[in-house]
Nanobody, 123 residues
Framework: VQLQASGGGLVQAGGSLRLSCAAS????????MGWFRQAPGKEREFVAS????????SYADSVKGRFTISRDNAKNTVYLQMNSLKAEDAANYYC?????????????????WGRGTLVTVSS
């Protein structure tokens, strides 16, 4: 397994969760990373991305100010801290490794995808 996401679960609206995604060094080093999500019956959507050196970070408008993406290159792990969760944040969350050092919001820029971790938000 080259990408393994974890940390999903059931949380009340307004609560927090921290997702983690461990990657193999081969696909993590020097590559941007991203988080995407897909809710039942909806298309996959971009959540956040981070460049290989953590300098360039982007968020979807829907999560700005609530979610924080970060990475630990020594651990080959990318994180997504999710605060003030809303019912509409419920989805399967996927981490992905970009083909380049700078990740983008377009999923076609990503070469590797992990299995999702489910986030459920109760109101």
């Amino acid at each position: 397994v080259q990408l393994q996401a974890s940390g999903g679960g059931l949380v009340q609206a307004g609560g927090s969760l921290r997702l983690s995604c461990a990657a193999s060094r081969r696909i993590f080093s020097n590559n941007g990373m991203g988080w995407f999500r897909q809710a039942p019956g909806k298309e996959r959507e971009f959540v956040a991305s981070i460049s290989y050196n953590s300098v360039v970070i982007s968020y979807a408008d829907s999560v700005k100010g609530r979610f924080t993406i970060s990475r630990d290159n020594a651990k080959n792990t990318v994180y997504l801290q999710m605060n003030s969760l809303k019912a509409e944040d419920a989805a399967n969350y996927y981490c992905a490794a970009s083909r380049t050092p700078y990740a983008k919001s377009d999923g076609t820029n990503y070469a590797y995808w992990g299995r999702g971790t489910l986030v459920t938000v109760s109101s």
